[in-house]
């Protein structure tokens, strides 16, 4: 059984369109992540909610709106995608927020790729 | 402010060699480190972390990685590498009080047949 899965693996889309990718956890973790790993690899943390609640929103366009419907599921939806939005897109999930110790569990990745 | 430094982009080492791969963190208060490997096209995978006492961390695949409070430093290590060890690595940190997790900027781990 998959822990953290994204939909879908791979979006290809044209500029100015309106996009979701969607997140699901099996693990019972009250913690969820979106991280952005652009094309030189590097991980930048954009969203963490906590519950279904937001605990951290990082420097990220307001294009870019998470929504948490329970503790399992975390969504990302950007809208009028731009070309430096290309990227792959990690969700991942921790047991609790405010325990440093935890492990974090990335799902897949979703690559969007922007024309 | 928290921060973690991978200073090498990749390493390359010959299969049946010792490797290191390394990490210097800064932080305010406790440190808890963890170590990731992500193969091509795949997730980040959870290879080890440090907590608290011993400062020799055994972990997943063979790894293991040796927390210096002095250095502040937490390089992976493997007695003797594979060639199916060749991925990314990233190293992260977080402490007390905080939320988010600071990841380097990965190293590109090649082992050479």
């Known amino acids: 059984d998959t822990a953290v899965s994204q939909t879908p693996k791979y979006l290809v889309t044209q500029m100015g369109n309106d996009k979701s990718i969607k997140c699901e956890q099996n693990l019972g973790h009250d913690t969820m992540y979106w991280y952005k790993q652009d094309s030189k690899k590097f991980l930048k943390i954009m969203f963490s909610y906590n519950n279904k609640e937001l605990i951290i929103n990082e420097t990220v366009p307001n294009r870019f709106s998470p929504k948490s419907p329970d503790k399992a599921h975390l969504n990302l939806h950007i809208n009028s995608l731009e070309l430096g939005d290309s990227a792959v897109y990690f969700c991942a999930s921790s047991p609790q927020q405010d325990r440093p110790t935890d492990t974090q569990y990335f799902g897949p990745g979703t690559r969007l790729t922007v024309l | 402010a928290q921060s973690v430094a991978q200073p090498e982009d990749q390493v390359n080492v010959a299969e049946g060699n010792p490797l290191t791969v390394k990490c210097t963190y800064s932080v305010s208060g406790n440190p808890y480190l963890f170590w990731y490997v992500q193969y091509p096209n795949r997730g980040l995978q959870f290879l080890l972390k440090y907590i608290t006492g011993d400062n020799l961390v055994k972990g997943s695949y063979g790894f293991e990685a040796e927390f210096n409070k002095s250095q502040t430093s937490f390089h992976l290590k493997k007695p003797s590498a594979l060639v199916s060890d060749s991925a990314l690595y990233f190293c992260?940190?977080?402490?007390?009080?905080?939320?988010?997790?600071?990841f380097g900027t990965g190293t590109r781990l090649k082992v050479l047949a």
């Open positions: 992260a940190v977080r402490s007390s009080g905080t939320y988010k997790y600071i």
